[in-house]
T-cell receptor, first 112, second 113 residues
Framework: DTAVSQTPKYLVTQMGNDKSIKCEQN?????MYWYKQDSKKFLKIMFS???????INETVPNRFSPKSPDKAHLNLHINSLELGDSAVYFC???????????FGPGTRLTVL | DQQVKQNSPSLSVQEGRISILNCDYT??????FLWYKKYPAEGPTFLIS?????DKNEDGRFTVFLNKSAKHLSLHIVPSQPGDSAVYFC????????????FGSGTQLTVLP
């Protein structure tokens, strides 16, 4: 059973489109995250979210918005896609009282 | 402004020898440190961690050392195995509600048979 899963694994789209990436965790964790790995391979936090609090990294454009229908899911919506949004996006989760985070396999987004 | 730095982008080690991966940080508020291992086309996998109240944590072949005064940590793998070949990321966080990881740029470890 996959602990943290993401769909799709690959996403190719045109500039200006709106797209979503889905994330699900079956670990019963309270907190979920989105990270972006850019072309230089840096992994950078975008959001952390639990059912009480959303923490947004101030460098993330407001075209990016997380949506959490329930505790097991945190989807990432991206409006008006730009070339610079091309990257690998990783979802992660962790228990409320633990620091270890468990990552999904990543979604490679390519904006043409 | 990189708060977590891994200055060696790559490291090659012979099988059976020790691998030492280094990491430096600048933010003295970090109080928890983690090492992740990443294979191509997969997500990072948690390897080992250490709290700032400790200076060493060991788990099988993996040991992490923390030198708070130098703001430096290292991961030792002994003995190294070919299956250890991967990118290793150092990460740090400030315990609390956000617990967002700040990652280093990674070190590609290659263990030669």
């Amino acid at each position: 059973d996959t602990a943290v899963s993401q769909t799709p694994k690959y996403l190719v789209t045109q500039m200006g489109n709106d797209k979503s990436i889905k994330c699900e965790q079956n670990l019963g964790h309270d907190t979920m995250y989105w990270y972006k790995q850019d072309s230089k391979k840096f992994l950078k936090i975008m959001f952390s979210y639990n059912n009480k609090e959303l923490i947004i990294n101030e460098t993330v454009p407001n075209r990016f918005s997380p949506k959490s229908p329930d505790k097991a899911h945190l989807n990432l919506h991206i409006n008006s896609l730009e070339l610079g949004d091309s990257a690998v996006y990783f979802c992660a989760s962790s228990p409320l009282v633990d620091n270890e985070q468990f990552f999904g396999p990543g979604t490679r987004l390519t904006v043409l | 402004d990189q708060q977590v730095k891994q200055n060696s982008p790559s490291l090659s080690v012979q099988e059976g020898r020790i691998s030492i991966l280094n990491c430096d940080y600048t933010n003295s508020m970090f109080d928890y440190f983690l090492w992740y291992k990443k294979y191509p086309a997969e997500g990072p996998t948690f390897l080992i961690s250490i709290s700032s109240i400790k200076d060493k944590n060991e788990d099988g072949r993996f040991t992490v050392f923390l030198n708070k005064s130098a703001k430096h940590l290292s991961l030792h793998i002994v003995p190294s195995q070919p299956g250890d070949s991967a990118v290793y990321f150092c990460a740090a966080l400030i315990s609390g509600s956000a617990r967002q990881l700040t990652f280093g740029s990674g070190t590609q470890l290659t263990v030669l048979p």
